[in-house]
């Protein structure tokens, strides 16, 4: 499938994001491409060809990304005759939850939001290290606008740590933990 992700924010970045993270974990080859109407070069104008023939085929998806212009980008995709498209914050968050819960049936899941904290999360203690050790699978949720984004996923990458990227409307709409 291919989705077209409407339009390019934080929420868009995440979406992106986990289709990829689905796609390694799952053996999936899902592609995706953004639109935004505030760049020329990916407005909705200039793939709409593509787009249509791909909604026609039954090949492509648009994920709206953005709650705060939700309004304007349906108005947009009316007035080009597209009658279809997901909520794709919930979409995503629907596929993470399916993910980890079938991934994890038979375990606890308790997720850690790594938010606005530096790297050594040292206000943590050792409460990760106590859960695993007691049956727990620990997920760490990080937010992809923190400032020590790169530090963070080269921890959790050398220390084979379980993470995703969440904004908080994604966030709101996770259970699996």
């Known amino acids: ?46 793939q709409i060809e593509d787009l249509k023939l791909k909604l026609r085929e039954g090949n492509g998806k648009i994920l709206v990304s953005s709650k705060r212009y939700l309004d304007d980008i349906l108005q947009n995709l009316q007035e080009n005759r597209i009658n279809e498209c997901f909520n794709g914050i919930q979409l995503v968050a629907k596929w993470i939850n399916d993910y980890f819960k079938e991934k994890y049936c038979d375990s606890k899941i308790v997720a850690i939001l790594l938010d606005g904290y530096e790297v050594s999360q040292k206000h943590l203690g050792n409460i990760p290290a106590l859960l695993t050790k007691n049956g727990y699978k620990v997920v760490y949720l990080i937010n992809p606008q923190s400032e020590w984004l790169q530090e963070l996923e080269e921890t959790m990458q050398q220390n084979n740590l379980e993470y995703i990227y969440v904004t908080d409307e994604i966030l709101e709409h996770l259970e699996f933990f």
């Open 1 to 46: 499938m291919h989705y077209y992700i409407y339009p390019m924010g934080i929420n868009a970045k995440v979406i992106a994001y986990s289709i990829k993270l689905l796609n390694n974990a799952l053996g999936k080859c899902d592609t995706y491409w953004y639109i935004d109407d505030k760049e020329e070069s990916i407005r909705l104008s200039e």
